[in-house]
């Protein structure tokens, strides 16, 4: 699913990285789509408590290894004192723990540094509206971990259900779904109401981010 700019609104988005370069390359990519405005620059997340406290932004990105205060000692804060606020990792860790952790403290999406310039943009308009936003290097780590909910062990999953998931974290429609596997949106639907009642996932975006949290592994 492409997220295409709706007239007349402009995403406002906070730039965290210890790299100026970064930030600048970061900040020609997302403006040059004309429906995302950087507001401001941070080089670490200190300075980007301070800054949310007298400005408003819709969405900020964060990298992980900054000095003073790292993404990861950021997050909690973060999420304390801006409940609302859409938060992308953007860093050059390509690890899928690291990706858990980012989730499990309050992150929204998930992005490497060397990402096309076009998934970024994706990434920020996808948080914005509600989405979970993986990146495809993370998307095809992730894809070789195993579903897990406590306290115990679930059954496995299917190579089917497994790919609807990854289908889904890509905001894939039930009908795109269908068309790219053989099977009828209806089959597609009931599939995914099944995933989510057997793990506790209260809707598809839901499913998406305990599949990350977790470690997913597919039957033979």
């Not at 289908?167 to 639907?189: D, F, N």
Request: a neutral charge; one cysteine or more.
């Amino acid at each position: 699913m492409k997220f295409f700019p709706v007239a007349g609104e402009k995403i406002k988005v906070i730039i965290t990285d210890d790299h100026a370069l970064c930030r600048t390359a970061i900040r020609d990519l997302l403006e040059k789509n004309g429906d995302v405005e950087v507001i401001a620059e941070a080089e670490h997340g200190g300075k980007l408590l301070e800054l949310l406290d007298c400005t408003h932004a819709d969405v900020v990105t964060l990298g992980i290894s900054m000095p003073v205060m790292n993404g990861f000692d950021t997050l909690p804060p973060l999420r304390r004192r801006f409940p609302a606020l859409k938060v992308v990792m953007l860093t050059m860790h390509a690890d899928a723990g690291m990706v858990r952790k980012s989730l499990e403290l309050g992150a929204n999406s998930y992005i490497t540094k060397d990402s096309a310039g076009d998934e970024i943009y994706e990434a920020v308009r996808a948080c914005h509206q509600g989405w979970f936003y993986l990146s495809t290097v993370m998307r095809d780590a992730m894809a070789m971990l195993k579903l897990t909910t406590a306290p115990t062990r679930p059954s496995l999953i299917t190579r089917q259900q497994l790919r609807i998931i990854n289908l889904l974290s890509r905001q894939r429609s039930y009908s795109q779904i269908a068309a790219e596997m053989g099977l009828s949106a209806r089959g597609v639907h009931s599939i995914v109401s099944r995933l989510k009642h057997s793990i506790g996932a209260r809707s598809e975006e839901e499913l998406v981010m305990l599949a990350i949290k977790k470690e997913l592994i597919s039957e033979n």
